[in-house]
């Protein structure tokens, strides 16, 4: 069912052409999926985010944890804690100066000062949420899909925490998949030298 609303919906048109209602549905779809066929559902996802252009984000948007997939044990243990409680809210982009900062929830500053106590970069955001982890913009090839060009953010600054949970290991792609609607993978560096896709995210102007 999915693989048919791909081909009816996608396949001849670009990102601008797709309507938000139905890059939305194939969303819920595919994450739906994921519930009963873990592996389709990461495919969905994949071939939708294939089917993105290179986003211009600039401003606020809203974010939403779309699908993990870290580790067979690791992965359902997450991402059942996640599902309670997710202090990540969103970005906020700087187009101009390509650059952006994640936003969280008040409720998670405290562990994020034990996680990193040498980080003193939080910004505020207002009485329920701040901003850290700042990153960099830039056009370039996907790293699965080197013949697809995404929006990369790139964590590795000096600002940014090194030690125990590197903030600096992390890179995001993102695509637009339709007026209003941002898909995104993010990925980890780990220290044994290989890169692994570790989540899906989507994106929405706040």
């Not at 779809?29 to 600039?58: E, I, K, N, T, Y």
């Not at 606020?60 to 243990?77: E, F, N, S, W, Y």
């Not at 106590?117 to 850290?132: E, N, S």
């Not at 339709?178 to 692994?196: E, I, P, Q, T």
Request: glycine share 8%; with cysteine.
């Amino acid at each position: 069912m999915i693989d048919q609303f791909m081909t009816a919906t996608f396949d001849t048109k670009q990102a601008g052409d797709v309507s938000l209602e139905a890059a939305e549905t194939y969303l819920q779809a595919a994450q739906r999926c994921l519930a009963g066929d873990r592996r389709a559902g990461l495919a969905a996802l994949d071939d939708l985010f294939r089917c993105g252009s290179v986003p211009q984000p600039d401003g606020r948007t809203r974010g939403q944890l779309v699908a993990l997939d870290i580790a067979p044990g690791l992965t359902p243990l997450l991402g059942g804690l996640l599902a309670r409680w997710l202090p990540w809210q969103g970005k906020v982009f700087d187009h101009a100066a390509n650059r952006g900062e994640n936003i969280f929830t008040r409720d998670s500053y405290a562990p994020a000062r034990i996680i990193w106590p040498f980080y003193r970069h939080y910004g505020d955001d207002g009485p329920a949420t701040y901003r850290a982890f700042p990153f960099r913009t830039d056009v370039g090839p996907a790293r699965d899909d080197p013949d697809r060009d995404v929006l990369r953010l790139d964590y590795d600054l000096p600002v940014n925490p090194r030690a125990a949970v590197s903030v600096r290991r992390v890179l995001d792609e993102m695509v637009q998949v339709a007026d209003g609607l941002y898909l995104g993978r993010a990925y980890v560096h780990w220290y044994w030298g290989s890169w692994s896709l570790v989540a899906y995210f989507a994106l929405r102007p706040a």
